[in-house]
């Protein structure tokens, strides 16, 4: 059944995928009613679109089925779903869809991004443009690009609220992990969110957000505060990725290391592309970081 939310015309189904990376599950909405949108069926679990399936009434028709991003907790079941539904599958694009030339270069490399794992084989019916109206019956939803987590990460903005995907969590930070995620891109996404002033966000993962000012700016100065122990730590002549976790990352569980590495290793990109740091020989995670010049 689904869970009881704070406002009508929506519907939330949690799929059974507990982990450390996606809390109590992912979390997948219905908006509307009658025609009715869905936002991120979730992982390719056949319990998890039946519970969809059961939560939709007898007068709904699905018209929609949105993507926030093509993690594989996210977007496997859009698939299926679309063909028990007959609905569209839109999404910003594929997998590699808003990378910028630097990520690029870096996965031709070979840098590979981990975290939840990418769905590689994610292809949307119909590609969004940020900004662009969504109808279904008598309702609208606006979609945002906001890349960070994920390159081709859009929230959706529908009746003052925003359901912002894993860019904004209720019960932890983002994973942030190059070439897939980019540092720079998710702090300018968190503006971005900002801005349009939402009276409730709704994540991937976890509870409605219902103070999304504060919680964007906490998400932002906790990026503040890693960023300035990185570089005191590389002031210090720590520099590699695996010490600074040892030192930035101490308190937290060996087990969430790998995790801690890649977001790390995505401030080191971002401090390096501001001209801060230098990487020795290239912005890899096996390089060694120093301060550049201007930043001492």
Not at 18 to 43: F, K
Not at 66 to 81: F, G, N, W
Not at 256 to 266: G, K, S, Y
Request: aromatic letters at 4%; proline letters at 7%; charged letters at 20%.
């Amino acid at each position: 059944m689904p869970f009881t939310m704070p406002e009508p015309d929506l519907r939330l189904i949690r799929a059974p995928n507990p982990s450390p990376m996606t809390g109590q599950g992912t979390n997948t909405y219905i908006l509307g009613r009658g025609a009715v949108c869905i936002i991120d069926p979730g992982p390719l679990d056949n319990t998890h679109l039946h519970a969809i399936m059961r939560a939709l009434d007898r007068s709904d028709h699905v018209e929609c089925i949105v993507v926030t991003h093509s993690h594989l907790d996210h977007s496997p079941l859009a698939r299926p779903l679309a063909q028990l539904t007959g609905a569209r599958i839109m999404a910003f694009g594929d997998s590699q869809a808003g990378r910028s030339a630097l990520m690029s270069d870096l996965a031709k490399d070979g840098i590979s991004g981990g975290g939840e794992g990418v769905d590689h084989d994610f292809k949307p019916d119909q590609c969004l443009g940020d900004g662009d109206i969504l109808a279904f019956g008598s309702e609208t939803m606006r979609a945002i690009w906001t890349p960070g987590h994920m390159a081709n990460h859009m929230c959706f903005e529908w009746r003052g609220a925003v359901f912002c995907g894993d860019h904004v969590l209720d019960w932890t930070t983002s994973l942030v992990s190059p070439p897939d995620g980019d540092l720079g891109a998710y702090m300018r996404s968190l503006d971005k969110i900002e801005a349009l002033d939402a009276r409730r966000l709704h994540p991937g993962h976890g509870a409605a957000i219902d103070t999304p000012v504060a919680r964007l700016r906490a998400l932002r100065d906790h990026r503040h505060q890693r960023e300035a122990a990185i570089l005191s730590h590389l002031a210090g002549g720590i520099g590699t990725i695996p010490q600074l976790v040892a030192h930035v990352y101490a308190n937290v569980a060996p087990g969430l290391h790998a995790a801690a590495a890649r977001n790390v290793h995505a401030h080191l990109i971002n401090l390096w592309e501001n001209g801060q740091v230098i990487a020795t020989p290239t912005p890899s995670p096996d390089a060694r970081y120093t301060l550049a010049a201007k930043a001492r």
